[in-house]
């Protein structure tokens, strides 16, 4: 065991002082090693990573840039504007430095990038650090009357004392009343007199966005307003009632479920209270040799909306749930069907299939699905409207809340059935009231 210890302590030592050679070299042999320079640092122009021969004098915040110039070790710290970037070593030597224009947004505007070195002396660049124009993606309610509050949601909506973020009305009205401003939405007040539909400006120091994913008091496609505008309203077995009340946002409104019924956790079929359909083609003949016409209040809907190019449209209505009557199970099933699966009217000459509810009732038709309950356990629009917005797209689901099987194409859309059942999902036994106006079909890209 001596022997054994001996030679085995002699092996340790000598694999020490070999380790300790090692360290003891390295630190001394490092011609790589990063080290600061004093003096300024000078940059001669700002390229591209990808492209030497590119010239920069702005970028959109992310985007790597090079600094191309003299004595660039010198630099310890940039800021564009007043954001700090994050360097490294590892990308600086003597005549380039790789970095990134922050994503945080300045709060001092300057469109400076300034260049800190060791003595904390500052070199100021020219150099626009790009934001982009506003991004308008949705309204919270699409229709408010002039004194209420609307709010737009979205992105880069920016004001500054020098260049206050600027709203402007279809009718040219501005905004002059606002009620919270943050990075990602404005509440303001509706204009006096602004009644006018269409496409809302944002001008922030960044430039000019007119919506395109949303209208003021939009007008485009409407199949349902309740009011006469179409004509169109109940048209299958069940009769919604068509209301109005205080609560009411542009006159009549339809709606779903009393406050007293109640919808199981399951969304168990209830039709008779949590169903309104429009089937499209005239119903009262006899003699169902006789062919079922499609006019005036019995036309199919892609007589009024052109769905040509559905798959860039989204569906859209306002809905008003109280709060005393929150929804908690059931899914709102969105669903759209050709002649070929349901008409209100049945003949055997062009035989269209008459009324029925099995054309729905399956995982094969592709349908919407509307369940923000899911998320939050319960869901109501605390006492105001909203807008729904459901792509076209997003039709694919069955009556059991996955996959569809079937498709659909540009003459899909003749009738409408709007019904809160099932969904595959359970939730908590409610008694929710669904109040539902201005259903449209509407361009959104």
């Given at each position: ?5 001996k030679?085995?302590?002699?092996w ?9 050679a ?64 994050v360097?490294?070593t ?5 005549n ?47 229709y ?25 009305m279809?009718?040219?009205?501005t905004?002059?009343e ?7 939405s ?49 048209h ?22 009393n406050?007293s ?5 399951t969304?168990g ?44 449209m ?27 699966l349901?008409?209100?009217?049945k003949?055997?000459?062009?035989k ?14 592709p ?11 319960s869901?109501?629009?605390n ?6 917005t459901?792509?076209l ?53």
């Amino acid at each position: 065991m001596k022997v054994i210890s001996k030679y085995i302590s002699r092996w340790f030592m000598l694999g020490a002082v070999a380790i300790s050679a090692l360290v003891l070299s390295s630190c001394e042999d490092e011609p790589d090693k990063y080290e600061t320079a004093g003096g300024t640092p000078e940059v001669i122009y700002i390229r591209t990573p990808e492209r030497p021969d590119s010239l920069l004098t702005s970028a959109f915040l992310g985007t790597r840039i090079v600094l191309v110039g003299n004595n660039l070790r010198s630099v310890t710290e940039i800021y564009f504007n007043d954001v700090k970037a994050v360097l490294s070593t590892s990308y600086i030597t003597d005549n380039t430095l790789f970095v990134s224009v922050p994503n945080a947004l300045p709060t001092d505007l300057t469109n400076t990038m300034y260049l800190i070195n060791s003595d904390k002396d500052t070199t100021k660049v020219p150099f626009y650090a790009q934001i982009p124009a506003p991004v308008l993606s949705s309204m919270a309610c699409e229709y408010v009357k002039p004194g209420q509050v609307a709010t737009i949601v979205g992105d880069y909506l920016l004001s500054y004392e020098t260049s206050p973020l600027v709203i402007t009305m279809p009718d040219g009205k501005t905004v002059t009343e606002f009620e919270s401003l943050s990075k990602t939405s404005v509440s303001f007040i509706v204009p006096e007199g602004c009644t006018q539909s269409g496409s809302i400006s944002v001008t922030s120091a960044y430039g000019t966005t007119a919506s395109t994913k949303f209208q003021f008091n939009d007008e485009r496609g409407i199949m349902f307003d309740f009011d006469g505008k179409t004509g169109l309203t109940n048209h299958g077995w069940h009769n919604r009632d068509i209301l109005s009340d205080a609560t009411s946002i542009t006159g009549n409104f339809v709606q779903l479920g009393n406050g007293s019924t109640t919808m199981s956790a399951t969304g168990g079929w209830n039709d008779s209270q949590f169903a309104f359909e429009y089937w499209c083609g005239d119903w009262g003949q006899d003699d169902p040799y006789i062919p079922v016409k499609f006019n005036g209040t019995d036309k199919k809907l892609t007589d009024l909306v052109d769905f040509s190019k559905w798959e860039d449209m989204a569906l859209k209505f306002e809905l008003y749930i109280p709060s005393t009557s929150s929804w908690s199970a059931g899914s709102m099933q969105l669903i759209f069907a050709g002649t070929d699966l349901v008409t209100l009217g049945k003949d055997v000459v062009q035989k269209f299939p008459g009324a029925n509810n099995t054309f729905f009732n399956s995982n094969v038709l592709p349908r919407g699905i509307y369940r923000p309950w899911e998320s939050t356990g319960s869901f109501n629009t605390n006492n105001q409207w909203v807008t729904v917005t459901v792509p076209l797209a997003d039709f694919k689901y069955g009556m059991d809340g996955g996959a569809a099987t079937g498709s659909l194409n540009a003459e899909s859309f003749a009738s409408f059935t709007l019904f809160v059942v099932g969904g595959g999902i359970n939730g908590v036994e409610c008694t929710p009231i669904f109040k539902v106006d201005n259903i449209r079909a509407v361009p959104f890209k």
